[in-house]
Antibody, heavy 121, light 109 residues
Framework: QEQLQESGPGLVKPSETLSLTCTVS????????WNWVRQSPGNGLEWIGHIYYTGTTNYNSSLKSRVTISLDTSKSQFSLKLSSVTAADTAIYYCARAPLYGGRAVYFDYWGQGSLVTVSS | QSAVTQEVSVSGTVGQKVTLSCTGNINNIGSYAVGWYQQISHGAPKTVMF??SLPSGIPDRFSGSKSGTTASLTISGLQPEDEADYYCSTWDYSLSAVVFGGGTKLTVL
């Protein structure tokens, strides 16, 4: 049974960089896409981006200029950095695993519990 | 405007069969399988279907299907604990991105 756990500061100041880490336990990092998804208050799910275990990344075009996702296979962790944050980035941030399906990340099979990040001075 | 759309709300009574839909285009649902996620009271999403495969531990009253550019999640024998928000997702090759539907609020009357 795969388990994912987000960690990081719950409060970030405007214009600073949001940093979160997802620790994976139970299975190998290999063979999967590792994703970040967020949900702002009262809204639906928004895909931020993912990293394949080989290091290849894809990002949501609306966030691409501010997002970096990286992978540390030795620690079974992957991380999210979102720069120049504003109040609009206040959300619950989830990490999630996506198996390779038809060569793509089509669906998510495991999710973390989520980490609330508030952007405020 | 999301690339994939869902009904805003659906309701049903206990024991009834309900179907939630997820409509896209040839670039997404028309080309790839769809995942479905249940979110109860703003908790973490839980995967209840991918393609027409049921994850371990999900009751078999949940089933999935797809026809053309529309995917469906059917719940047969609706239970009170099925009341939740349901989201669908898939890959969109023109956007090179995962796309989510806006979510459907399922109310069990």
């Amino acid at each position: 049974q795969e388990q994912l756990q987000e960690s990081g500061p719950g409060l970030v100041k405007p214009s600073e960089t949001l940093s979160l880490t997802c620790t994976v336990s139970g299975d190998s990092i290999s063979g999967y896409y590792w994703n970040w998804v967020r949900q702002s208050p009262g809204n639906g799910l928004e895909w931020i981006g993912h990293i394949y275990y080989t290091g290849t990344t894809n990002y949501n075009s609306s966030l691409k200029s501010r997002v970096t996702i990286s992978l540390d296979t030795s620690k079974s962790q992957f991380s999210l950095k979102l720069s120049s944050v504003t109040a609009a980035d206040t959300a619950i941030y989830y990490c999630a695993r996506a198996p390779l399906y038809g060569g793509r990340a089509v669906y998510f099979d495991y999710w973390g519990q989520g980490s609330l990040v508030t952007v405020s001075s | 405007q999301s690339a994939v759309t869902q009904e805003v709300s659906v309701s049903g009574t206990v024991g009834q069969k309900v179907t939630l839909s997820c409509t896209g285009n040839i670039n997404n649902i028309g080309s790839y399988a769809v995942g479905w996620y249940q979110q109860i009271s703003h908790g973490a999403p839980k995967t209840v279907m991918f393609g027409n495969s049921l994850p371990s531990g999900i009751p078999d009253r949940f089933s999935g299907s797809k026809s053309g550019t529309t995917a469906s999640l059917t719940i047969s024998g609706l239970q009170p604990e099925d009341e939740a928000d349901y989201y669908c997702s898939t890959w969109d090759y023109s956007l090179s991105a995962v796309v989510f539907g806006g979510g459907t609020k399922l109310t069990v009357l």
